[in-house]
């Protein structure tokens, strides 16, 4: 699996050099630093706010030892990912349903099969469904997934109704008694009413076979869109409460810092993180490597 420190390093590029320049020196960080800190932390797609807010704070902190501001910046950073508990697998007897919706090229289908492919290696049954019926190729593209990693996918034929397809899938999830199902859907833009209708459509269908489905609705994002990500994730919100974040293509992003304002824009955890292509690729999000791989420490508190 890529690691965080791999995945993070166009994020980071600066940061843990201009959070070291805050450390040198014994009587505290010079105004130069600190503006330098500001830009970078801006630069790697950090909300302006919080990163006013930030060197403001350094900018405050007791002098002291480098060992000691070097926990200070750790802790301050790690106070805006309260996540709460990663997300685990769980297996009760009926299929519980996860919902991915995201705009187009998000990642959502990936997604799909490397959470499938996770809950697998952690003993579960998985079921995918594919409801992007818009294109051929987008059941085409998560069969082939299900097939190289041994999943069965449920699809509907092209142009069939999506909230049907779900609706059959979460009919053959109870009948070959899946633990989970895993519904990744088409993309759609967030400004586009009609579609975001049909998630709904999807959404209510699932409720409809099983009371509770979808038991969660995590948004795909896409680390290379940044803060701008968060606006249209608002949207999608609106039409369909989510319960979670995925974050995609973190390696090669130079804007990962937009993970700080998930939590205080959107309201929900990031659970998952997409860390690179592969089907071994995501990793369940952890704050202190996230924090650790931009400071670049590797070190545990
Ligand atoms: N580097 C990298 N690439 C990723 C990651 N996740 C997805 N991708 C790539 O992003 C591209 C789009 O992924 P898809 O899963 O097809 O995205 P989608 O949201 O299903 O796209 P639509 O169905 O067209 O809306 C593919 O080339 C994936 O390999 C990631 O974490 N890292
Ligand atoms: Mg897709």
Redesign the pocket.
């Known amino acids: 699996m890529a690691s965080w420190i791999d995945a993070l390093v166009r994020t980071r590029r600066n940061i843990a050099n201009a959070f070291g320049r805050i450390l040198v020196r014994s009587d505290g960080p010079d105004v130069e630093s600190l503006e330098d800190l500001e830009d970078i932390l801006i630069g790697a797609d950090i909300a302006p706010r919080l990163a006013a807010e930030w060197v403001e704070k350094l900018a405050h902190a007791p002098r002291g030892h480098a060992n000691a501001r070097k926990a200070l910046i750790r802790k301050m950073l790690l106070g805006h990912l309260d996540h709460g508990p990663a997300f685990e697998w769980r297996s009760d007897g009926r299929p519980r349903s996860i919902l991915l919706v995201?705009?187009?090229?998000?990642?959502?289908?990936?997604?799909a099969a490397r959470l499938a492919k996770n809950a697998a290696m952690c003993g579960l049954t998985p079921l995918l469904a594919a409801t992007?019926t818009f294109r051929a190729a987008?059941a085409d593209?998560l069969r082939l997934w299900g097939e190289r990693i041994g999943c069965d996918v449920v699809a509907g034929a092209s142009g069939a109704d999506a909230a049907a397809v779900a609706y059959d899938a979460l009919e053959a999830a109870i009948a070959r008694k899946a633990d989970t199902l895993i519904v990744?859907t088409?993309?759609r833009m967030h400004t586009q009413a009609p579609l975001l209708q049909e998630l709904q459509k999807i959404s209510r269908s699932l409720s409809k076979r099983m009371e509770g489905a979808p038991h969660e609705t995590w948004i795909?994002l896409d680390a290379a869109l940044g803060q701008n990500a968060l606006s249209q994730a608002k949207l999608f919100n609106d039409a369909v409460p989510l319960t979670g974040a995925v974050v995609?293509?973190?390696?090669?992003s130079s804007k990962g810092g937009f993970i700080f304002s998930i939590r205080r824009e959107l309201g929900i955890p990031v659970l998952w993180?997409?860390?690179?292509?592969g089907a071994d690729?995501?990793a369940l999000f952890n704050a202190e490597e996230y924090v650790d791989a931009l400071l670049e420490t590797g070190e545990k508190a």
């Open positions: 995201g705009v187009n090229g998000s990642g959502k289908t990936t997604t992007d987008g593209q990744d088409a993309g795909v995609t293509k973190l390696d090669g993180a997409g860390l690179g292509e690729d995501l």
